[in-house]
């Protein structure tokens, strides 16, 4: 697989490899301005590997900005790096950097008595959930409002706020070129959880669903989606349809097995897999998002 490929006039995706053997790669984006300096979109995870992924494809292009979509570390972790080595400032979201300041402080267990959780299916959870106070993968240099158009030479690019995978999730349209940077707010096969973000008291299914609207009312037939991962698409409109459909259904399914507790609820669901063989990580997903359905549905 090519490192890198031209896909629309002046604008280059790199292909950069993601720790973990889950995804292979991460999309990162670079964008050529007016004056022969690169934009570049979401650098990757915090490893000499991706680095050299992206030091190659940029072959000491000056770097005028590095915009993140959001602050997962396959998206924003080699920012610094990449900061410290350009100059060029760090951009996000004013919601995501609320968000990188409040994981910065570390994550509390959930409140495992309020989801009737089991004592002795306890220590798992909390071996998983509880996240120490750290420093901060990347602090921007500036946040960027909703609707704003970046400072792209001889572009229109637009940011557009789409929370819902995270508070602060941003796509970028560039409308010069009719394309739509849609990070993990819209992938072509893979359903993004929801609500990675840190706990917060948005509703991140009804924030999603409105920003899924929001980007399909860009689809003209012709917008190409440039994706935080896999390929480039097209049909972004079906593509929400389609992932705001799986959400809604999972809605019902928790609307017609509401239980007393989250855990009773959750047990009663359907999962990849089956429900007994969830645990760790993934018991801790199946309950988050058993949580967020009924928080959507008021339960
Ligand atoms: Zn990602």
């Given at each position: 697989m090519?490192?890198?490929?031209?896909?629309?006039?002046?604008?280059?995706?790199?292909?950069?490899?993601?720790?973990g053997g889950g995804l292979p790669f991460?999309?990162?984006?670079?964008?050529?301005?007016?004056?022969?300096?690169?934009?570049?979109?979401?650098?990757?995870?915090?490893?000499d590997d991706a680095r050299d992924a992206l030091r190659s494809a940029l072959r000491g292009a000056r770097v005028a900005s590095i915009v993140v979509t959001?602050?997962?570390?396959?998206?924003?972790?080699?920012?610094?790096?990449l900061r410290a080595e350009t100059d060029a400032p760090v951009l996000l979201h004013e919601r995501e950097a609320a968000a990188l300041r409040m994981l910065a402080d570390g994550i509390p267990a959930p409140d495992l008595?309020?989801?009737?959780v089991p004592a002795e299916r306890r220590p798992e959870l909390l071996a998983v959930a509880v996240v120490p106070a750290g420093p901060a993968p990347v602090t921007p240099d500036r946040t960027v409002a909703d609707g704003e158009l970046l400072a792209v030479p001889g572009r229109r690019v637009r940011?557009?706020?789409?929370?819902?995978?995270?508070?602060?999730h941003l796509c970028l349209?560039?409308?010069?070129?009719?394309?739509?940077?849609?990070?993990?707010?819209?992938?072509?096969?893979?359903?993004?959880?929801?609500?990675?973000?840190?706990?917060t008291a948005d509703d991140p299914i009804a924030d999603y669903l409105a920003a899924l609207d929001r980007v399909a009312a860009l689809d003209d037939g012709t917008l190409l989606a440039l994706p935080g991962h896999e390929d480039p698409f097209t049909g972004v409109g079906e593509r929400c349809f389609a992932l705001a459909e799986h959400h809604r259904r999972r809605t019902r399914e928790v609307a017609a097995h509401p239980g007393g507790t989250v855990w009773e609820t959750a047990a009663t669901l359907t999962w990849t897999g089956g429900w007994d063989a969830l645990s760790g990580f993934t018991l801790l997903s199946?309950?988050?998002?058993?949580?967020?359905?009924?928080a959507y549905l008021a339960i």
């Open positions: 090519a490192a890198i490929d031209t896909v629309a006039p002046g604008v280059h995706r790199v292909h950069v490899p993601m720790p991460s999309n990162a984006y670079l964008l050529d301005d007016a004056d022969g300096a690169v934009h570049v979109v979401d650098p990757g995870s915090p490893t959001h602050l997962h570390a396959d998206h924003a972790g080699a920012a610094a790096a008595d309020a989801w009737g940011a557009l706020w789409t929370p819902g995978h995270t508070p602060g349209h560039v409308e010069d070129a009719g394309l739509l940077l849609t990070g993990d707010h819209v992938l072509p096969t893979v359903n993004s959880g929801l609500g990675l973000g840190g706990p199946a309950l988050r998002q058993t949580a967020q359905h009924r």
